[in-house]
């Protein structure tokens, strides 16, 4: 009894900084306990020692159920709920079993007031964080701790008749699962998906092999690097890891470029605090990640975003001379491997609290952000700064139903600004963290931005280029270079409208390409597809034989053919596996047609046929009448007088009188 009493002496006059448990309830708590008890206790106060909340409540529950009932137990049952984002609606209830030994508990109303905070019973709450700010003697950052939780509260009620109206979604199976998935990057043409995955199928082992944890127990495992591509408008393929970037420690996905070049990750390997390392896609594999020179700091580093149309990155770090917690910086890369000239964002965007996983919109125009700052609802909340001329306007909380009481992180938005997608632990999902689309992804602001999606070719094969983009109007001047993909001939870019830009396409042995197109119109998000297709003179000689050929074939089946009788019969006629599509030039295409005036069309598809001639269209419809008025907009509006309508039947190119021939159509 004499120990005992001494420990509920030293618990009642212990004088604590920040809402924590008081190390020595443990001491109360696992007092006669049994040894199958005492066993599950330890390792609950491991967990807790670490900060592993789902884990240390499993434990606990374990230990309860070897033990007599002891209410100690069940209130660090309830402070373990309190931040496990699944199970928060078991945090009151376990505390309040504990209310008979609240007054041997220091702590008991913080965790009590939070419990109902996780509950959104946010008047309760701050009637106790209040109680709280009275007693005397407490640490000034106990209090400035209590403050914050009383804002968060506020934040709340304040949300609750703010809603966003915006539609969430979970992204689904097969992307999340019952582990945990999280930090979603998307390159600019929204098909390319990597996230962060912590569960079963990682390549780490769990850290600890000797127990045996409960299903959806994550926090055991390493973080890994996955990837997805779309398969259609809504489906993506099965995720694999990117095997060249992780290891058997943490391996996290960062930020993406836009045409999916180059990324950053964050690898921990038990040593120093946490890096970010950069690499490089060739079209095939990821370069092994190499560290940056002049990047990372001798803190944590683990957040960053690339900055559009610049050789800037922002980073989230922890390095001396913040703020106060996870600061934003601006990095600037100096060479290929050299970064410098870091510089704080300032205490604009930067709070004493946490400001982390950084992301700007492909139009450069907005930063969005996570923070747990004083206007945050709970937790991580989602904020959003406008940006001018690279200054950053005074940030504001996305609000509810994007935001909730648990953390909300990792905000990405696609290129058109149609949907978003980001990561939260919240009612109906899998099990852990997941990734959720929003829709719009900026709601109420249309994005201005035109993406193009270009492919180098010689002689109809991909070939590697470097494309140099310049442009000017009365106010500044644009300058970039974009690299292709050399496997694919690929190459995507985001470019800011009110401009007229000018492509030089330099490969080798040809003379540079120069293709103009003009921005300076576009008052919404506009994709166009630009070619650059490179001959020699015998390719040349040997397609434009080819097509003479095939000419003289089609000339001589349509002066037989009765085209407005085929639009009065079949102009409505549908059947599986038929599309109607505008052909608008072939093989010569960017001769034959203006890119300037494709913009505001259906996107340009190039294909090569069986024949190697080389075709472009434009749309695809299941009825003749649909492709016949996009063939009048390409005829009148944009001056292309030999577009034409073919169709596509199970996947194969028909001339229009093929289909009665050969019967496809009655």
């Known amino acids: 009894m004499k120990k005992k009493s001494l420990i509920l002496f030293l618990i009642l006059n212990f004088s604590k900084f920040i809402g924590q448990i008081n190390p020595l309830i443990y001491e109360v708590a696992d007092e006669n306990l049994k040894d199958s008890a005492l066993i599950y206790f330890n390792f609950a106060r491991e967990k807790l020692s670490n900060n592993q909340y789902s884990e240390a409540a ?27 984002e699944a199970n928060y609606l078991l945090a009151l209830p376990n505390i309040k079993k504990a209310s008979n030994v609240a007054q041997n508990i220091e702590d008991y109303n913080y965790f009590l007031a939070l419990a109902y905070q996780r509950i959104d019973s946010t008047e309760k709450a701050i009637k106790i964080y209040y109680k709280e700010l009275t007693r005397s003697n407490i640490h000034p950052d106990y209090k400035a701790d209590l403050r914050l939780k009383i804002n968060q509260c506020i934040q709340q009620e304040k949300y609750k008749n703010k809603k966003n109206n915006v539609i969430i979604k979970n992204i689904g199976k097969p992307i999340n699962t019952d582990a945990a998935e999280y930090t979603p990057l998307i390159n600019s043409a929204d098909n390319y998906l990597v996230f962060t995955y912590r569960g079963e199928r990682s390549l780490g082992a769990k850290k600890n092999k000797n127990i045996k944890l409960k299903k959806n127990n994550n926090e055991d495992f390493f973080e890994d690097i996955f990837f997805s591509t779309l398969i259609n408008d809504s489906i993506w393929s099965n995720p694999q890891p990117i095997q060249n970037l992780n290891t058997t ?5 960062v930020c993406l470029n836009s045409d999916a070049t180059e990324m950053f990750i964050y690898r921990y ?43 800037k990155i922002i980073i989230a770090s922890e390095r001396p001379g913040g703020y106060g917690g996870k600061d934003l910086y601006m990095a ?12 704080n964002l300032g205490p604009e965007v930067n709070s004493k609290k946490d400001e982390d996983a950084p992301f700007i919109t492909p139009d450069g125009e907005i930063l969005f952000f996570s923070s747990n700052n004083n206007a945050s609802i709970g937790g991580y909340d989602i904020f959003r700064s406008d940006i001018k001329e690279l200054q950053f306007s005074k940030p504001y909380n996305l609000g509810e139903p994007i935001n909730t009481v648990n953390d909300d992180k990792f905000f990405v938005v696609s290129a058109n600004g ?28 249309p994005v201005q931005l035109l993406q193009i999606e270009g492919l180098v070719t010689i002689d109809g094969k991909p070939a590697q280029a470097n494309v140099e983009i310049t442009a000017n109007n009365n106010r500044k001047k644009y300058n970039s270079t974009v690299k292709n993909n050399k496997i694919s001939g690929k190459f995507l870019t985001n470019l800011p409208v009110g401009f007229k830009y000018n492509l030089s396409v330099k490969t080798d042995k040809f003379p540079p390409m120069q293709i103009e197109l003009n921005a300076s119109k576009i008052d919404s998000f506009v994709t166009l597809n630009v070619y650059a297709n490179f001959n020699t003179s015998d390719y040349e000689n040997k397609i434009n034989a080819l097509i003479a050929e095939k000419k003289t074939i089609i000339e001589n089946n349509r002066s037989k053919f009765d085209l407005n009788s085929f639009a009065s019969k079949y102009g409505s006629y549908t059947t599986d596996s038929l599309l109607y599509k505008v052909q608008v030039g072939a093989f010569k295409m960017v001769e034959n047609f203006s890119f300037n005036k494709a913009i505001g069309l259906p996107k340009i598809i190039r294909y090569t046929d069986d024949d190697y001639i080389t075709r472009f269209t434009m749309g695809a419809y299941k009825t003749y009448n649909e492709a016949f008025e996009l063939l009048k907009k390409v005829n009148t509006s944009n001056n292309v007088t030999d577009a034409f309508i073919i169709s596509e039947y199970k996947g194969k190119k028909k001339f229009l009188y093929q289909l009665i021939n050969e019967k496809i159509i009655n």
């Open 418 to 445: 149609k949907h978003a997608y980001f990561s939260s632990l919240r009612k109906g999902g899998y099990g852990d963290q997941d990734i959720y689309t929003v829709e719009p992804g900026i709601p109420g602001k």
């Open 249 to 253: 420690g943490h391996d996290a996905a």
């Open 58 to 84: 499993y434990y606990l529950e374990k230990s309860s159920l070897f033990a007599k009932p002891n209410a100690y137990i069940n209130y660090l049952m309830g402070v373990s709920y309190c931040y496990d």
């Open 269 to 311: 390997n038990s040593t120093g605090k946490g890096d970010l390392l950069i690499s490089e896609f060739d079209g095939i594999n990821w370069s092994k990640p190499k560290l940056p020179k002049g990047l990372n700091s001798k803190e944590w580093d683990g957040s960053a975003c690339f900055v559009p149309n610049s050789n």
């Open 332 to 343: 600037e890369r100096l060479n290929s491997t050299t970064w410098g000239n870091i510089r």
